[in-house]
């Protein structure tokens, strides 16, 4: 079954009582038994929920994975996989990464006794050197948030291999539509479903995706256990979005590659990344293992001049000033003060995440525009 069939038909099926086409929405606590400890596959929904089941196998099939467990959020999803460690453990993660995942690992995990340590991931032979006995999980995010920084994975997964480490991936910013880490070496692939999966800004939702049965089976225990589930609707709505996946996600691409362009011209722009410019790092890799560049934009200011970038941020109009990413209409952000505000500083600048970083999460409105909205607000800051 080829992608565009899976986003609509992989691990679908019309409702058994109904004969309903669309999977219906379980809003339900609890599941009558015939006896005590014989049920038809469902007794109480923290453990598992049709609606759910539906979304984790549809998950499975777009990632050629095992499969998949929802969670409340991604965040939600990345502390179960931490979970997966123990005290002593050490994550060894990309330096350069989303803020919350940031906060998670040094604000709620270093206490209880689970390091990370963040590393620059594009020289493989450093980044080996990096690994010790105590490193139990290669966090990989690519294309990076805000930075766009591109990840081999095929590489570094190969290291992780011979160093029997495990790995994961966070795909969001890619999806599975242009990128499938476990088809090229990663034991797990993350995802914030909230964004390109959901895509209509209306839910909020993780997943994980194992590429084996031991590792889903630890985290089924571990999303029974904890019990950070997703509610039925949000499943529903997340089923629902992931049907038009590909064509949201690809008329993304074409408009950031429109837009990056436009902005490489503006006289008041000192950098644009997008890593389908041919001089953006590592964008051979991003040739070979994505499908297409994705709908992500960053681009900072000359002179890093803060109050430049606060005037473009507050003059847009198709592009919404949110958080967030990978809805079907376009949102504009400061990284350093909205979704890496937890990280220090000191650490943002030694990756390149200046005050005057602008991000972009371009949907799926004409082109035309949307460049035009951009033209008005980069006028506005030359008069």
């Keep these: 079954m080829k992608f565009n069939t899976k986003v609509i038909h992989a691990g679908i099926e019309p409702d058994v009582g109904t004969g309903a086409i669309m999977t219906p929405i379980f809003q339900t606590s609890t599941y009558v038994q015939e006896a005590p400890g014989i049920n038809k596959g469902y007794e109480y929904a923290r453990t598992k929920n049709p609606t759910r089941q539906a979304l984790e196998n549809n998950l499975a099939a777009l990632e050629n994975g095992f499969g998949a467990v929802a969670f409340g959020s991604g965040l939600a999803a990345l502390d179960a996989v ?163 996946l590909h064509l949201r996600v690809q008329r993304a691409c074409d408009n950031a590659r429109t837009i990056a362009s ?29 499908r297409d560049f994705g709908g992500m934009v960053s681009f900072d200011m000359k002179g890093d001049n803060f109050e430049d970038a606060t005037n473009i941020l507050s003059n847009t109009h198709y592009f919404s000033l949110a958080e967030s990413l990978g809805g079907v209409e376009s949102l504009i952000g400061h990284p350093a003060s909205m979704t890496h505000a937890s990280i220090p500083k000191a650490d943002r600048l030694k990756v390149g995440l200046t005050d005057s970083m602008i991000r972009l999460s371009v949907g799926i409105e004409d082109v035309e525009d949307l460049i035009e909205d951009l033209s008005n607000a980069f006028e506005k800051l030359r008069k």
């Design 82 to 244: 931490i979970k997966l460690l123990q005290s002593g453990d050490e994550v060894l993660s990309v330096n350069d990464l989303y803020g919350g995942s940031y906060r998670l690992m040094r604000k709620i995990y270093e206490p209880f006794g689970i390091k990370t340590r963040f590393v620059d991931m594009n020289d493989l032979q450093q980044f080996e050197q990096e690994i010790r006995p105590e490193t139990k999980l290669i966090w990989i995010e690519t294309p990076t948030n805000p930075m766009l920084n591109i990840v081999d994975i095929t590489a570094i997964c190969e290291i992780a291999r011979r160093h029997q480490v495990m790995t994961c991936v966070d795909n969001t910013f890619a999806s599975p539509y242009l990128q499938q880490p476990l088809e090229l070496g990663a034991d797990l692939v993350l995802h914030s479903a909230t964004k390109y999966l959901g895509g209509h800004s209306d839910t909020v939702l993780g997943a994980v995706v194992s590429k084996e049965k031991e590792l889903f089976d630890r985290l089924k225990f571990i999303q029974n256990a904890s019990g950070a589930i997703p509610g039925p609707q949000d499943c529903f709505l997340v089923l629902r979005g992931i049907k038009t």
């Design 262 to 290: 436009f902005l490489r011209e503006q006289p008041l722009v000192n950098q644009v990344r997008y890593p389908g410019f041919e001089s953006h790092p590592n964008h051979d890799i991003a040739k070979k293992q994505m």
